[in-house]
């Protein structure tokens, strides 16, 4: 399984809830998967989820998520994250 890192930087970052929600989504769909016959798990990529907040106010850190996604629905799930309007980055978890 390939891992990436999604970075969402920036003033503006969605609520943890929302953050957990779009992860729990997806990590269901990883799990209903699992279960049937003709699993493979080289067709999904491990996402975790970091966040970096540059802005005044203080937010409470958490630990981020670790997202399993298919990789035909890897741009619906960036598309997610882009809708909330914070500057986001998907780069290799090693070099």
């Known amino acids: 399984m390939e891992e990436l890192v999604l970075l969402i930087y920036g003033d503006l970052l969605p609520p943890h809830k929302h953050i957990n929600k779009i992860a729990n989504k997806y990590i269901t769909y990883f799990l209903k998967d699992e279960k049937k016959e003709d699993f493979m798990e080289d067709v999904y990529v ?7 907040y540059i802005g005044l106010k203080n937010r409470l850190w958490q630990w981020p998520p670790i997202v399993p996604v298919k990789a035909e629905y890897l741009t619906k799930f960036i ?9 986001i980055c998907l780069c290799k978890y090693r070099y």
């Open 79 to 87: 598309n997610l994250f882009k809708s909330f309007n914070s500057n």
């Open 46 to 52: 491990q996402i975790r989820i970091e966040e970096r």
